[in-house]
Antibody
Framework: EVQLLESGGGLVQPGGSLRLSCAAS????????MSWVRQAPGKGLEWVSA????????YYADSVKGRFTISRDNFKNTLYLEMNSLRAEDTAVYYC???????????????WGQGTLVTVSS | DIVMTQTPLSLSVTPGQPASISCKSS???????????LYWYLQKPGQSPQLLIY???SRFSGVPDRFSGSGSGTDFTLKISRVEAEDVGVYYC?????????FGQGTRLEIK
């Protein structure tokens, strides 16, 4: 069974940093592109970032470009999101999601993790 | 960026009755490979989103056949032939042809 388990969320002050992790199991991790999608409280879904299976290609939404860094450790089967210069508008549940293939376009997300809440507030 | 626009934003449906959600994209989602990369997800209360439909009309594994997707180019529709209580939640369309990947605003389905 494919499983994705996020961790690392919490309360952080504006301007602070946080690193999210997503532990994957049940599939050949390095063969699949991965992504982070967030959902602000009571709001819809927003794609944040994606990474190829090898980790050699990364992609970001304009809203996080230059502040967030996606990476992966294919030996540890873990996806990461390093978040710096955090703002109040980054407050959201962050979901880790597996693409159904190796590319970040022309593929759907399945499954999604359960999400981890990041709250940016003083 | 491709803008995805869903209507209506909320639906209240009697069990056993049909429901329909529209999703329009600001650009064609038809790829040069001949496929159209439009997906539908359902986020049930308190849960993560789950895939219902991929490539416009293909039901994902385990999805009941009362769910169907249709459309082409920029206009798409998700239909539920007979709504059941377990179908409550927020439905999102998403385009997968261009980065940034973008979602519709979501359509909240409730049971009357």
């Amino acid at each position: 069974e494919v499983q994705l388990l996020e961790s690392g969320g919490g309360l952080v002050q504006p301007g602070g940093s946080l690193r999210l992790s997503c532990a994957a199991s049940g599939f050949t991790f390095s063969s699949y592109a991965m992504s982070w999608v967030r959902q602000a409280p009571g709001k819809g879904l927003e794609w944040v970032s994606a990474i190829s299976g090898s980790g050699g290609s990364t992609y970001y939404a304009d809203s996080v470009k230059g502040r967030f860094t996606i990476s992966r450790d294919n030996f540890k089967n873990t996806l990461y999101l390093e978040m710096n210069s955090l703002r109040a508008e980054d407050t959201a549940v962050y979901y880790c999601a597996k693409f159904c293939g190796s590319t970040v376009t022309t593929n759907w997300f399945d499954p999604w993790g359960q999400g981890t809440l990041v709250t940016v507030s003083s | 960026d491709i803008v995805m626009t869903q209507t209506p934003l909320s639906l209240s449906v009697t069990p056993g009755q049909p429901a329909s959600i529209s999703c329009k994209s600001s650009q064609s989602l038809l790829h040069s490979d001949g496929k159209t990369y439009l997906y539908w997800y359902l986020q049930k209360p308190g849960q993560s989103p789950q895939l219902l439909i991929y490539e416009v009309s293909s039901r994902f594994s385990g999805v009941p056949d009362r769910f169907s997707g249709s459309g082409s180019g920029t206009d798409f529709t998700l239909k539920i032939s007979r709504v059941e209580a377990e179908d409550v939640g927020v439905y999102y369309c998403m385009q997968g042809i261009h980065l940034p990947l973008t979602f519709g605003q979501g359509t909240r389905l409730e049971i009357k």
